[in-house]
């Protein structure tokens, strides 16, 4: 029977799952339950229901779903035989968008208390058990699940079916070891999106035994949490001019501006203000003017990344900050298209502005309609947008065949992946390549190199979408 512990003002809830024998293994300060539940303490957690033995597997995920039925809020499920960092929960429980996610490691060791699974995309699209087999693993499960708000009635369902199949025996041998597992199997198979929470270089192991325990906690220690959770404030799957000729520079400006108290929609509007001086200075349309509109317009682009970084390290999310700076990247390009077209001084100039503002709307109405379309079709359960799979089946879906299959066996390939990184033409290209032609040519390369460029890209991205909506 569920235990209230705790009471918190915050959205996330978590369910501890105290059903093994190893949560009372000991521990500096207690057991291993007092350890996680302390942690929690210090985390953005609303109230812990601690799931005591009471019944077998069955028992334990029918007590998950019925929490899950009567919860508002993100919905966090762990075992209370984790030894992990703190900084390592809270990249679920701390998480601002409070989504469906889950703890993996890009360890692809697999072993009991390390289920496999593979991560495509960011996202978990196959997961594992000791019933569920994961051809093409990539990753280990670390077992911290989180439902999203949005997906509470999905993980109940799922807990009630496997609590059903368990109690027949038709998933076998399974023991409540596994719930979190199988939860997260279930999930998976249902369609649901769960965001792949990396845990980079932070610690998160189930344990069985006493030495195993006090082996993990002395890991613990050999990381610097804090050095780590700057590092994770850098985004990881970001273009290549992001990547390494800028985030490698702002990520030391992390730190001074949280000395300075600096929002990130305060460093949103200083990069939003560069860039309209950067237009400025292009509308001049001298060969000065044109080099410092392209630095100003560089430094706005790093701005850009810096307020991101500033988010993820003070986990300020908010949905005006997310809109602001979507925005920003639009106003400032389009900004920067005018005063180039200013500059150049010519009626061609403006036919080739208006071309390439035209161009990159339906690039993005390419990524929106599509990604809107997906959200519809799993909302409604199409078949192509939220693909069912049958928990009874051993054997998870491997890789996908043909083109997208293809694609996705070489996105391994460092070259690969950052060719196709590029292909796209993502805001830190754009931004180097006006940049770069304005400086050193004019306007009209300027507006050339967006036109042939951004049209390929354009091609690339919907070739792309058709290949995945045929899947």
């Known amino acids: 029977m569920p235990d209230s512990l705790t009471s918190e003002t915050t959205a996330a809830s978590v369910v501890l799952l105290a059903t093994t024998s190893a949560c009372k293994l000991s521990c500096a300060g207690g057991t291993l339950l007092d350890r996680v539940t302390d942690q929690l303490a210090t985390l953005p957690v609303r109230e812990i229901q601690v799931v005591t033995p009471g019944g077998g597997l069955g028992a334990d995920l029918r007590g998950v779903a019925k929490i899950a039925r009567i919860s508002t809020g993100a919905v966090a499920v762990l075992p209370a035989d984790l030894v992990a960092h703190t900084e390592a929960l809270a990249l679920l429980l701390d998480h601002p968008a409070r989504d469906t996610a889950a703890l993996i490691s890009n360890d692809a060791t697999a072993a009991p208390m390390r289920p496999p699974v593979r991560v495509q995309g960011g996202r978990i ?22 439902a999203g708000e949005a997906d509470l009635a999905a993980l109940a369902d799922i807990a009630e079916e496997l609590a059903e199949l368990a109690d027949t025996g038709r998933l076998g041998p399974v023991t409540p070891v596994e719930a979190v597992d199988l939860l997260l199997v279930g999930l998976v198979r249902s369609g649901v999106a769960v965001r792949a929470a990396g845990l980079g270089p932070l610690h998160a192991d189930r344990v069985t035994g006493q030495g195993a325990a006090d082996a993990a906690v002395t890991r613990l220690a050999e990381v610097d949490e804090a050095q780590v959770r700057l590092d994770l404030s850098v985004k990881q799957d970001d273009g290549f001019v992001a990547t390494f000729l800028v985030s490698t520079w702002t990520r030391h ?8 108290k600096l929002t990130p929609n305060t460093v949103t509007g200083v990069s939003l203000a560069l860039a309209g001086l950067a237009a400025v200075w292009f509308s001049a349309g001298t060969q000065g003017g044109r080099l410092l509109g392209a630095l100003l317009f560089f430094l706005s682009f790093a701005l850009d990344c810096l307020d991101g970084q500033l988010a993820r390290y003070t986990r300020t999310f908010s949905p005006l900050g997310a ?38 709307v339906v690039r993005h109405a390419i990524d929106l309609s ?44 460092t070259v690969v992946h950052w060719l196709k990184k590029i292909i796209v033409l993502p805001i830190g290209e754009r931004t180097a390549l006006i940049a770069l032609t304005a400086a ?3 306007a009209r390369i300027t507006f050339l190199s967006l036109l042939c460029w951004g049209g390929v890209a354009a091609l690339y991205q919907l070739g792309g979408r058709i290949v995945r909506s045929a899947r």
């Not at 569920?132 to 989180?146: C, E, M, S």
């Not at 990604?371 to 199409?382: K, L, S, Y």
């Not at 192509?384 to 391994?412: F, T």
Request: net charge neutral; proline share 4%; glycine share 16%.
């Open 253 to 260: 400006l992390i730190r001074p501006a949280v000395l300075l």
């Open 323 to 360: 809109w602001a700076d979507g925005m920003s990247d639009r106003l400032k390009e389009y900004a920067v298209y005018v005063g180039l077209a200013f500059g150049l001084g010519s009626l061609g100039g403006w036919h080739l502005a208006v071309g390439a503002m035209i161009l990159q």
């Open 440 to 442: 050193v040519w004019n």
């Open 125 to 146: 699209v196959a997961a594992g058990s000791s019933f569920h087999v994961v051809p093409d693993a990539n990753a280990t499960f670390r077992g911290v699940l989180q």
């Open 370 to 413: 599509y990604a809107g379309a997906a959200g519809d079709a799993a909302r409604v359960g199409a078949a192509w947008g939220r693909p069912p799979r049958s928990l009874l089946e051993p054997a998870d879906g491997g890789r996908a065949k043909g083109v997208l299959g293809l694609a996705q066996r070489i996105e391994g390939d």
